[in-house]
């Protein structure tokens, strides 16, 4: 049986934060993938690698086995659905919020209450599919995948649901916040079948990381 243990994460913020729980679990991955092209990346432990893959690829990833672990955006998992995925921790990293916004003008409150199709454009479709069907808001939702912002400035739609941490990008585009659908950060995600089978490795390191993501 194969002993390595492969790890899924993505490039940027997730990355940078989670190299300080693998720290803690005597871990230090050797090369940068900022600076490096590849998506394999080794670790100073010969039986643990890190691949590189798109933030929204991780659960996918590990789902199917490819990884036997990852770290994803609870954005990412919602959208995914977490099917084959155990979530043992939550490591309160990547934090941010998911909120709704509409441009500085627009009576959202009015809106909502005159039971119009609202347009509501997203990368977020599930989770905007849920919230408003939750509050009984009829929307007619628009794919993105990228700069949600600009979609309400040139009338694409009416609203976003997008991620916000300062709010400076929302401020940026004349966009005002006017909804916060929930809180988000990053979880462990392991594969089911990797944590029975590899269960001894994969054990020390989820402690590991759930210790210090408490700090
Ligand atoms: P891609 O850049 O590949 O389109 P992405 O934008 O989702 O994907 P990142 O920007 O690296 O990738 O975000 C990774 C995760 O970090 C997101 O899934 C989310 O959980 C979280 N995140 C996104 N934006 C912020 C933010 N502004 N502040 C803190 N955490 C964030
Ligand atoms: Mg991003």
Redesign the pocket.
Known sequence: MNRQLTLAL?????FEETLPLLQAAGITVTENPETSRKLILPTNDEALRVIIV???DVPTYVQHGAADFGV?????LLEHGGEGLYQPIDLNI???RMSVAVSAGFDYASAVKQGARLRVATKYTETARQHFAAKGVHVDLIKLY?SMELAPLVGLSDAIVD?V?TGSTLKANHLVEVEHIMD?S?RLVVNQAALKLKRERLQPIIDAFEQASKR
């Open positions: 993505s490039k940027g913020r997730i798109r933030a929204s994803a955006g609870k954005d990412v990547a934090r941010c990228g991620l941490s988000i990053s």
